[in-house]
Structures are given as C-alpha cells and as structure tokens.
C-alpha cells in the first residue's frame, strides 16, 4: 500500500525516519488521511504499531508561495508551550531527495475531525454544545500569545495585513485559475478599496475551521492542524473566516457542503461572536468587511485546490473530495459580492 501512495518514496523515508525519529522503528506503514484539501497528510505506523503523522506539499503544480513545510514546524514548535493546543513536533527534513519535497513529522493526537454532518452526529450532544466555546477559547488565547515572546516575530510583516492578502489570493488565484472569473476580480478592486484599519498584529492561523483541529469526546480542543496559511496580521480575520465556516440551519450557503455545525447543539455564530468579545475584549464593529473578505479568500483557496486537481496534483481520495468545487467557487464569490454589497462596498 505504502510505496503506491504519491509524494511517499518508502525506503528512503523508511531509512531517514530510521535514523531521524526517536522512539519509532520501522518497517512503516503509510496511509494517507482523506480529508486534505492542500498538503498532503499521512499517518505512519511503526513495527509496534505507533503511530505519528507526516505532512509534505502536493506532488505537483505548486505554486511557489505556498505549502512552507517549515513555517508550520516552526509554529507548531513556538506554541508548544502555550495555552494553544498543538501536536508535537518529532522531526523536520529540507532534503527534497528523501520522498520529493520537504516534510515534517509530529504527533498522531487522538480525537475526532469533525468534517460533515455524519461526523458530527456521532459526537455526544454535550460535546457539541461544548466545543464552539471552547472553539473560541483556544482562538482568544492564540491571539492574545505576543509573537516575539515565543520566537515568531519575524513570521511576517506587522502591518498591512488585508492589503498583502488581497494582493497574495488575487496573484495566485490568477495563476491558478481553470477559467475567467470577473466577480472574484471585481469584490477584489472592491474590499482593496475598503479595507478597515489595522489595530493591531497577532499570530494569525488563517483556516481557523472546526476540521481543522481535533476534538475531544467531551468537546475539547486536544490540538489545532494545518498552520500552512500561519502568518502575522490582523486577528478578526480568523473570526471572519471561522463565521464564514460556522453555518447555521436556515442558511443559503454553506462553506463546507454538508457543514457539520448544522447538527443540533452547536453555538450560534453570535454566541461565538459574543464569546470572543467577552474573552478579548477587541472592538468586532467591522467584522462583516472581515466575512466577505472570509467568503472572497475561500473562494480563490478553492479554485487553486481545483486547479491541482485537474493537474493530477492530489492523490485519488483527495482529488475525489475536489468534485463540485468549479460550482462552489463561483457560489463563494457570490456570497462575498453579497457581504461586500451589503456593506456599500
């Protein structure tokens, strides 16, 4: 199974995670973790059936700003100590020789990744009532966490946060795009025009979703995934993003297709909302301008995930979950053209 799965070269990796990885000894086992929609993930079992989990960049088509293996070793290592759950980090290698591209190992945390509908169901009622607080705990304390105090203040730049991820999404989504999209060009000039003032600069994750973090059986937050987006900048565009995420019954659009917070017993978005003003304390007044800009930055994620996979970048499970994406980027421009127009924007 193992030496079919793209982006794993079994024995060289078999032999650097060997030699490299304390406490695991081969032969590996290499399954890769549906689910991903950018890098690849796998978990790998050892001969006493261990297990850790690797992280490399797709096979293919990538484009040159993107899948920084080393940025989400370097944050995942700097919040280990914080109040910001993360998994251990077990390993790091920049030898593109050893499977293709750099990659990084960590901890295998278990837990559930609550990803639709039928994953959410199998939570305990009570579990669902708690985890969108404790959801919104764990972001309050990211973004309260000074970067220079834990070894990332040169993660990024500390101002113009909005400015550079216009400029990013719009530059890549440009070289990435599968067709012409004139309404994520024009809520591009539009936000450009609008952006509110930066306050302040926190760590920002950048795809602050419930799928991306694994969740306890009593609704606990055990670790945050997926730090790839991870830079300095403005924290309310998390809490957009994640209000873009956290559908509700009732709601034209769902950013996730069969959005598992539609299940009885999650919070409601204002009931997050609240809970991040209580626990901070920010001013959320321009919060809608941070959701369209949530719906316009999901939109050009998508259409370069959909350009990989039209490009064989993506294993098989992963380019299957791409199905349907051409319709939902063009349903996400809509929905940020609506919160943009809402706005006045």
């Known amino acids: 199974m193992g030496s079919e799965l793209p982006g794993i070269d079994v024995e060289r990796l078999s032999g650097w995670l060997d030699d490299n990885v304390a406490g695991f000894e081969g032969p590996f086992d290499f399954q890769l973790i549906a ?7 796998y978990r790998v079992m050892d001969s006493s059936k261990r297990s850790f989990v690797l992280r490399r960049p797709p096979v293919s088509d990538v484009l ?16 280990a100590d914080t109040a910001v759950p993360v998994p251990d980090m077990l390993g790091y290698c920049e030898d593109a020789d050893v499977t293709g591209a750099p990659f990084f190992v960590m901890e295998f945390v278990d837990g559930h990744i609550v990803r639709d509908r ?3 169901e199998a939570l305990r009622p009570e579990a669902r009532v708690a985890i969108g ?11 309260g966490v000074d970067p220079s105090e834990v070894g990332l203040g040169d993660l990024g730049k500390t101002d113009g946060y909005l400015e550079r991820q216009l400029r990013r999404w719009a530059k890549q989504v440009d070289q990435s795009k599968t067709r012409d999209l004139p309404l994520i060009e024009d809520v591009h000039r539009r936000l450009s025009a609008a952006i509110p003032p930066q306050v302040e600069t926190r760590i920002v994750h950048g795809d602050y979703r419930l799928d991306n973090l694994v969740a306890g059986p009593d609704g ?20 957009g993003l994640l209000m873009v995420y956290w559908a509700e019954p009732g709601d034209a659009l769902t950013a996730l297709g069969e959005a598992p917070t539609l299940v009885d017993g999650f919070s409601s978005r204002l009931e997050m909302r609240d809970a991040y003003v209580a626990a901070t304390g920010r001013d959320i007044g321009s919060i809608s301008f941070y959701i369209a800009f949530g719906y316009w930055k999901l939109a050009c994620i998508l259409e370069g995930v959909l350009s990989r996979w039209r490009h064989g970048a993506m294993g098989e499970e992963l380019r299957a979950a791409a199905e349907g994406f051409e319709a939902r980027v ?14 006045g924007i």
């Open 35 to 41: 689910g991903g929609r950018s890098n690849l993930t």
């Open 220 to 239: 606990d937050v055990r670790a945050v995934l997926d730090w790839e987006l991870c830079t300095l900048g403005d924290p309310l565009a998390d809490l």
């Open 64 to 79: 040159a700003t993107a899948h920084d293996m080393n940025r989400e070793h370097r944050v995942m290592s700097a919040l």
């Open 330 to 343: 063009e349903e996400l421009a809509e929905a940020a053209d609506l919160a943009a127009a809402e706005m």
């Open 118 to 120: 039928k994953d959410a």
């Open 133 to 143: 607080p404790r959801m919104v705990e764990v972001l309050s304390a990211l973004h």
